[in-house]
């Protein structure tokens, strides 16, 4: 079936650190969403990606569609401690459904 | 407008009983879905809805029952509770096939 593999699985960065984490799926998707899920809340939508090459960015957060619409990538610009939480891509499957990959989770060190 | 709410927020239930986890939303929203987050696992999807009245099953159904009578709201019932369902539970909710919303989840722990 569908799946979206998402990596590094966790990160431990410094406090000012630039994040980059990718997504990439063995077939295509043509929207690419990103969210955040911070502790004991549920994840919220960072970034929508509509469009093959679209860049979007939402303050200090990129995010890329990639050119073959099998991958994604999410930057994070100079890291501050709120940024920590678990990271999810996901896009529209078949069936109605929404595939989510198992995130990235970001870990910052004061 | 309180986006996506789900009642209750904490449970605990002994082996065998039953409960009903609600969601309700006030975006009228079409499609609604049910799904349950254990460490390490990601989101995994239980059972979904495109209208008022359908369901579908989804990824990890067994063991769950939902039911769509009114657009608002989403059930999520367990019949007889196993170790094995605690987990938390998130509903969400989507316009159309994109952009989902989120409620605060439901922490339930069966003994």
């Known amino acids: 079936g569908q799946q979206l593999n998402q990596s590094p699985q966790s990160m431990f960065i410094q406090e000012g650190e630039d994040v980059s984490m990718n997504c990439t799926s063995s077939?295509?998707?043509?929207?690419w969403l990103w969210y955040k899920q911070e502790p004991g809340e549920g994840p919220v939508l960072l970034i929508a990606l509509y469009k093959a090459g679209e860049l979007t960015s939402n303050g200090r957060l990129t995010a890329q569609f990639g050119i073959t619409r099998k991958d994604s990538f999410l930057n994070i610009s100079a890291s501050i401690p709120s940024d920590v939480g678990i990271y999810f891509c996901a896009g529209p499957g078949r069936d109605d459904k929404i595939i989510f990959g198992k995130g990235t989770r970001l870990h910052i060190l004061p | 407008n309180a986006g996506v709410t789900q009642t209750p927020k904490f449970r605990v239930l002994k082996t065998g009983q039953s409960m009903t986890l609600l969601c309700a939303q006030d975006?009228?929203?079409?499609?609604m879905y049910w799904y349950r987050q254990d460490p390490g696992m990601g989101l995994r999807l239980i059972h979904y809805s495109v209208g008022e009245g359908t369901t579908a099953k989804g990824e990890v159904p067994d063991g769950y029952n939902v039911s769509r009578l009114k657009k608002q709201n989403f059930l999520l019932g367990l019949e007889s509770a196993a170790p094995s369902q605690t987990s938390v539970y998130f509903c969400?909710?989507?316009?159309?096939?994109?952009?989902?919303?989120f409620g605060p989840g439901t922490r339930l722990t069966v003994l």
């Open positions: 975006m009228n929203h079409e499609y």
């Open positions: 969400a909710s989507s316009f159309t096939l994109d952009t989902q919303y």
């Open positions: 077939s295509i998707f043509n929207t």
